[in-house]
């Protein structure tokens, strides 16, 4: 087997992945759509916090704290820093 073969097989095979992530894709897309709009209409009562924090440099200043919150009902994810 040659170079160039090996080459097209391998490009064959990029291109079937690809056509199968768009059909994937295709139908995702209209769940994520639905999703945003449950966790946008989320009041997320419940969550899940985790609090983080980079310290110990040299320059307090560059000290940073953050929590990581989890909504149980919609799944939203997100991080505030202090």
Not at 17 to 22: E, F, P, S
Not at 25 to 32: E, F, N, Q, T
Not at 68 to 75: A, P, Q
Request: charged letters at 35%; aromatic letters at 10%.
């Amino acid at each position: 087997m040659t170079l160039t073969t090996e080459r097209e097989q391998i490009r064959k095979a990029v291109n079937k992945i690809d056509k199968a992530l768009a059909k994937l894709r295709a139908k995702i897309i209209p769940y994520c759509a639905e999703l945003k709009i449950i966790q946008d209409n989320c009041q997320h009562p419940e969550t899940i916090k985790k609090y983080g924090g980079s310290t110990g440099n040299y320059d307090k200043s560059e000290d940073c704290f953050w929590v990581d919150y989890t909504c149980v009902d919609c799944d939203k994810k997100w991080t505030d820093y202090k």
